[in-house]
């Protein structure tokens, strides 16, 4: 298939998880109207972005918030990257992870978030992700009819070494649920969508919550998609919304055919350790 149609939910997050999966449910009901067989919800959709929320929020995978990702994936025959959830594992660690299901509502990917955000930016925001979250340590590649596609999630973005990896694993999509903040996202979130498209030739597509000044932690919305050439197909502002595209995927085959730098990697000078 070479033409795909996607949308990225931009959805505001509140402090109930039945209203949060409400919200996606109607967000992907308007979107499925629309044709669209790719959605996309945000880093954390069903819970705040708060280190006392996520131990709350957190459910084992087939749990409530799992379930409705499926049935509404099996519901609207598309396939879904349901951004990400708190997930508590048999041990009880909990991660930061993003599920993904085909148009069947099977589960067809898992991504545990690799790199936690621990930051403090001197008069700008502070987190410590790592305080309550452990990291996974996959590079998440899945089939679909459409190609292979990666997913990860928010900070691993900032890693191209990842971004690298799932290319040479096939992928012509990267997709990034993510909520970055008024402090890094005006300058860094469009530079990092662009700078990995044009790095290694792939749509790069970016779903963050809807603006909340009213949160604890304020998202800088602006869900983003990147083609392959580095050029922005639609991006959104701060307001709750769907960015919905329709992607030419032979863009990806073209662009590396007419600037072959994947085929012009040192490998006998540089090369990337598999994870």
């Not at 996959?138 to 999630?153: E, S």
């Not at 709750?240 to 073209?254: G, I, M, N, P, S």
Request: net charge negative.
């Amino acid at each position: 298939m070479t033409r795909l149609k996607v949308a990225l939910i931009q959805m505001r997050v509140v402090d109930k998880k039945e209203e949060n999966l409400k919200k996606a449910a109607a967000m992907i009901g308007k979107a499925a109207e629309m044709g669209v067989e790719l959605a996309v919800l945000p880093e954390m959709f069903n819970c705040p972005y708060q280190n006392d929320k996520f131990p709350l929020y957190a459910e084992k995978e087939g749990g409530p918030s799992w379930e409705k990702l499926a049935g509404l994936a099996l519901e609207h025959r598309l396939f879904l990257v349901g951004g990400s959830v708190p997930e508590l594992d048999e041990q009880g660690l909990v991660y930061n992870t993003s599920y993904v299901f085909d148009n069947q509502g099977r589960q067809i990917a898992k991504h545990r978030k690799m790199h936690l955000f621990d930051i403090a930016v001197e008069g700008g925001q502070s987190f410590q992700e790592s305080a309550v979250l452990s990291a996974g340590n996959a590079v998440t590649v899945f089939d679909t009819p459409y190609g292979k596609m990666g997913v990860l999630i928010c900070y691993d973005f900032r890693f191209p070494e990842l971004s690298r990896l799932m290319v040479q694993r096939g992928a012509k999509l990267i997709i990034v649920p993510a909520a970055f903040n008024m402090t890094t996202g005006p300058l860094h979130w469009e530079l990092l969508f662009r700078a990995r498209a044009v790095d290694n030739q792939v749509y790069t597509l970016g779903a963050a919550p809807a603006r909340d000044w009213s949160a604890h932690y304020v998202s800088y919305g602006n869900s983003i998609i990147v083609d392959p050439w580095g050029g922005i197909v639609s991006r959104l502002g701060e307001e709750e919304d769907l960015l919905v595209a329709d992607l030419d995927l032979t863009v990806v085959e073209k662009v590396r055919r007419e600037l072959p730098l994947l085929n012009h990697i040192r490998k006998d000078v540089y090369q990337l350790k598999e994870l």
